[in-house]
RNA sequence: GCGGCCAUAGCUCAAUGGUUAGAGCGCCGGUCUGUGGCACCGGAUAUACGGGUUCAAUUCCCGUUGGCCGCCCCA
């Protein structure tokens, strides 16, 4: 990190020892408030104005998870390189170019997570999860981190749900793993679309990328310079190439579906009829082929529709039956899915952008206070209140009523109380309605009675 | 990692090679030391950073950093 936005010091302070670390403090606190220290590159702020549509996001996974038996499972942000470089494959840019490897104090090559599937399979084994009833269902929320080139709706830190099933090789599997990702969008209002595909086994891959390399080597010299180099360091990925010049020879190309093998066929085949009955809208799309290495089999992606210049997935998943023995497991079939809560959120802040905002905290009373007097007893009020579970706001470091009445109207407020000298004296509190500007007064020890009476009221009538 | 566009207040945007760089919203305070929504008045806060050209740079040039868009890839 530099610090290259720190005034250049005009003049020696000081030559004592110390000079150099006061100027760097004098530095730190010279930055202006608007500018101060940067971000991180690809970095970002979740800031209390985005709050609720996190909030929505997770509050909608944690109940599609809940009713569809995935337990939680949180794994470390660090691990080791090579469970990455194993599992993903080397030859993937995640690994090649946007990983955040480096050694740690103790000499270890250890990475930021750059997904998290590599890690559940990893936990799956370590902790003989083998023995647990099959499928173990799990789902997770956490940051992933890649150091790719900062866009719209791309951070080096991002954040991931995602939900795996492992040990279970059933085609209905993968059409349900598929259809919680949908659920969990449909939940928060989103209605994606599903571009799905089959990538075949290790024993029907192969012998299709010899097919596809022999059709494209042929053809060469018209293809795009990537697509050049793609064809020796991953055949597959020609078939997602956006030139111009690559499109035609796309469409004549052999497709995957074509060389799957008879087991490859027939699950793909169930997969996609248990979609139908899941009422998954989806379109099989021949050139989808994920960047990871381990998926085998079913390979999805969500999409919002009618989104011209987004082509971000908004998630995406598919089987991986290779995977757990790769990391050294028994043999395991699994499937898994991953849903970016960057971009969901963005697409909600963009729905919500003609919608009227309402006031969030969904606080009802205010408690305004005026005189010393009051605000000592007044505290005593509020932790009352608030221990009895009613969300009270307050601003007991101002003096003026109408400073507090501002900012409980500000709040959206039904009820403001007020305890001024004279309710001191009296015992009592003044109940303000809001709306009206109709005032009661009652008895103080029978506020949260009354003020519970309300609320009640309140909430039966919308 | 490659290419293009951009950078003025917390936000949205003005302006200018030459006194104190403006507005709206927001924030703080006042009119109004016991009453909000309205109004009026006042206040704080900005030329991303570094270098160059110039008598003079926020303005022109270069670099850095960051943002956006496209490619790559993917969430």
């Known amino acids: 990190m530099s610090s290259n936005r720190a005034p250049k010091h005009q003049k020696r302070v000081s030559t004592a020892p110390f000079a150099a670390v006061a100027s760097a403090n004098a530095a730190v606190v010279a930055a202006p408030t608007g500018g101060g220290p940067q971000l991180v590159r690809g970095m970002r702020d979740v800031l209390p104005s985005e ?14 998870f809940d009713v569809r038996e995935f337990d939680r499972i949180e794994t470390p942000i660090l691990e080791e390189v090579s469970l990455f470089q194993r599992s993903i494959g080397k030859v993937t840019d995640v690994i090649e170019k946007e990983m955040y490897a480096f050694e740690d104090p103790g000499g270890a090559r250890v990475a930021l997570r750059p997904e998290a599937t590599a ?30 080139r900062p866009q719209a709706g791309r951070y080096r830190q991002f954040f991931q749900i995602g939900g795996e099933a492992l040990g279970d090789q059933h085609p209905v ?18 209605i994606p679309t599903m571009n799905i595909n089959s990538t075949g086994c290790p024993v029907c891959r192969p012998k299709y990328i ?8 042929g053809r ?9 180099r793609r064809l020796v360091r991953n055949p597959l990925r020609l ?24 087991e490859c066929k027939e699950h793909f085949v169930r997969v996609l009829e248990y979609c139908d009955e899941l009422e998954i809208s989806y379109e099989l799309t021949p050139s989808l082929v994920r960047g990871l290495d381990y998926y085998t089999k079913t390979v999805f992606e969500l999409y919002l529709p009618n989104q011209e210049g987004r082509q971000d997935a908004l998630g995406g998943g598919g089987r991986y039956d290779g995977l757990v023995e790769l990391l050294g497991g028994r043999p395991t079939p699994a499937v898994g899915f991953s849903l ?27 408690f305004a206070q005026l005189g010393e007097q009051a605000r000592r007893q007044g505290l005593g009020i509020v932790e009352r209140l608030r221990n009895d579970g009613i969300a009270v706001a307050e601003q007991f470091s101002k003096d003026g009523l109408k400073g507090q009445l501002e900012r409980a109207n500000r709040l959206g407020v039904l009820y403001t109380v007020i305890l001024g000298q004279k309710e001191v004296l009296d015992g009592t509190l003044l109940i303000r309605d809001m709306e009206g500007g109709v005032q009661e007064i009652i008895d103080r020890k029978k506020v949260v009675e009354v003020l519970r009476k309300k609320l009640e009221g309140q909430q039966s009538v919308p």
Request: glycine share 6%.
């Open 119 to 148: 890690s559940v399979a990893r936990a799956y084994i370590r902790h003989g999860m083998i023995s647990l009833p099959q499928p173990v269902r799990v789902w997770y929320w956490g940051p992933m981190f890649r150091h790719d």
């Open 51 to 64: 709050q609720a549509f996190w909030r929505r996001l997770y509050d909608a996974s944690v109940q599609e």
């Open 173 to 190: 599997i993968d059409a349900q793993l598929a259809g919680a990702a949908v659920a969990i969008l449909r939940r928060v209002g989103l």
């Open 210 to 217: 010899e097919q596809l390399v022999a059709y494209y080597r």
């Open 239 to 262: 078939l997602d190439c956006k030139e111009e010049q690559c499109t035609p020879l796309k469409e004549e190309a052999p497709q995957i579906v074509d060389s799957l093998c008879p």
């Open 220 to 228: 060469r010299s018209r293809l795009c310079e990537d697509c050049k």
């Open 340 to 366: 970016g809560v960057d971009r969901i959120v963005n697409a909600l802040k963009e729905k919500s952008a003609g919608e009227q905002s309402a006031n969030g905290k969904g606080v009802k009373i205010f």
